[in-house]
Structure formats: C-alpha cells, structure tokens
Nanobody
Framework: QVQLGESGGGLVQAGGSLRLSCAASGLTFSTYAMAWFRQAPGKEREFVAAVTWSGGNKVYADFVKGRFTISRDNAKNMVYLQMSSLKPEATAVYYC????????????????WGQGIQVTVSS
C-alpha cells in the first residue's frame, strides 16, 4: 500500500519561509518522479514543482519565480519543498504526488497523492 505523508505546513507571515516534507512508503521511491501541487479554496489543483527520480532535473511553475526549491533524498524516501518569500496567495492545501517514470505537471497523470497539508500565509 502506497502512502505519501506530508508534514511541515502551518501558519506563516508574508515574507516568511516554510519547508514541507513528504515521506513515501510502499513504492520503489527511486523510480518515481515526485511533485508538489496545491489547491486553494474554490480553485483547481495546480502544479507547483517536480523532480525526476534521480533528482537531476527539476521543473517549477512560473509563479514560483525562484522562491521555492524541490529536493529529494532517495535514501530516506523523502521529498521536500522549501518555500521562501511567501505571499498570501500561496495559501492552499499542498499535496505531495508520485508519478511512475517521467515528470508531469498534470494532476491527471499522478499515480499517488498524499492527503495534503494546509499552508496559510497571513498578510
């Protein structure tokens, strides 16, 4: 049974930083591309960042603009999202996602989802 468990969310002031973590189990982690998506109230789930199975290639949504960094540790089955210079519009539930093989920005292509974690940025 595949499980993805997010942690590290919470409330932060605008301009602050948060580091999200995702612990994966039940899958051959090193063969999966990993990604982060987010969903704000009343909006569709959107792509934030993704990293290839090796960690060698990373892609980001345009709105990240160098403020977020995705990384992974295959030895620990962990993926991270370091977020800095946070803005109130970043308030959303953030989801960890796993995709067998190649990277994808599209939620429909995700194989497994975490349960999500709330990030709230106050102004």
């Amino acid at each position: 049974q595949v499980q993805l468990g997010e942690s590290g969310g919470g409330l932060v002031q605008a301009g602050g930083s948060l580091r999200l973590s995702c612990a994966a189990s039940g899958l051959t982690f090193s063969t999966y591309a990993m990604a982060w998506f987010r969903q704000a109230p009343g909006k569709e789930r959107e792509f934030v960042a993704a990293v290839t199975w090796s960690g060698g290639n990373k892609v980001y949504a345009d709105f990240v603009k160098g403020r977020f960094t995705i990384s992974r540790d295959n030895a620990k089955n962990m993926v991270y999202l370091q977020m800095s210079s946070l803005k109130p519009e970043a308030t959303a539930v953030y989801y960890c996602a796993a995709k067998d093989g190649y990277l994808s920005r599209y939620p429909d292509n995700v194989d497994y989802w975490g349960q999500g974690i709330q990030v709230t940025v106050s102004s």
